[in-house]
T-cell receptor
Framework: SQQGEEDPQALSIQEGENATMNCSYK?????LQWYRQNSGRGLVHLIL?????REKHSGRLRVTLDTSKKSSSLLITASRAADTASYFC???????????FGKGTRLSVIA | EAQVTQNPRYLITVTGKKLTVTCSQN?????MSWYRQDPGLGLRQIYY???????DKGDVPEGYKVSRKEKRNFPLILESPSPNQTSLYFC????????????FGNGTRLTVT
């Protein structure tokens, strides 16, 4: 059961630019998480934002959450070629059901 | 080093030949889960386990079995693999099911011919 949907599916930017990815979901949530996956490798956790939080930062990453619109965004500032990866949002629906992943955004950062 | 270890990394097998993919974590996590990843379909949960001897079906459990006899290990068993189980498989673990980040293994690329 797919809960989160990322937008866009693919994004290509120049090094140094900012990259913004969006995630929309359908039901109420406990938290929303963002993960990164380098080609064919395991996902790596980036940020967890709880339903009562609106914004969170980690280094060059900024995540916002709007529960009224059921949406979140991940901003990567001053992107680098090494940021090239797929980025997934995952929602933890209310009611203690397991985490549900979206299909991801493929980010390409061109040097 | 805290990690989730899956083996093997690559596996090619034939239809019907039973196989096991192992998963082990060294973080004393209670929650463990198996996912498969297919192009265009994203990450789909196969089975998960809340603790020792407690397992539950995910979204796509058909054709798979799991066991959780020890806290650190959560093997994925394909009793009679079929070509539609060709996929990239990930094991993951976390402190709990909802409020903690998942730690993923590096994946097992399975091909069933």
């Amino acid at each position: 059961s797919q809960q989160g949907e990322e937008d866009p599916q693919a994004l290509s930017i120049q090094e140094g630019e900012n990259a913004t990815m969006n995630c929309s979901y359908k039901t109420s949530i406990n938290n929303l998480q963002w993960y990164r996956q380098n080609s064919g490798r395991g996902l790596v956790h980036l940020i967890l934002i709880r339903s009562n939080e609106r914004e969170k930062h980690s280094g060059r990453l900024r995540v916002t959450l709007d529960t009224s619109k059921k949406s979140s965004s991940l901003l990567i500032t001053a992107s680098r070629a090494a940021d090239t990866a797929s980025y997934f949002c995952a929602t933890a629906p209310s009611g203690n059901t397991p985490l549900v992943f979206g299909k991801g955004t493929r980010l390409s950062v061109i040097a | 080093e805290a990690q989730v270890t899956q083996n093997p990394r690559y596996l090619i097998t034939v239809t019907g030949k039973k196989l096991t993919v192992t998963c082990s974590q060294n973080m004393n996590h209670e929650y463990m889960s198996w996912y498969r990843q297919d192009p265009g379909l994203g990450l789909r949960q196969i089975y998960y386990s809340m603790n020792v001897e407690v397992t539950d079906k995910g979204d796509v459990p058909e054709g798979y079995k799991v066991s959780r006899k020890e806290k650190r290990n959560f093997p994925l068993i394909l009793e009679s693999p079929s070509p539609n189980q060709t996929s990239l498989y990930f094991c993951a673990s976390s402190l709990d099911r909802v409020n903690s980040p998942l730690h993923f293994g590096n994946g097992t690329r399975l091909t069933v011919t």
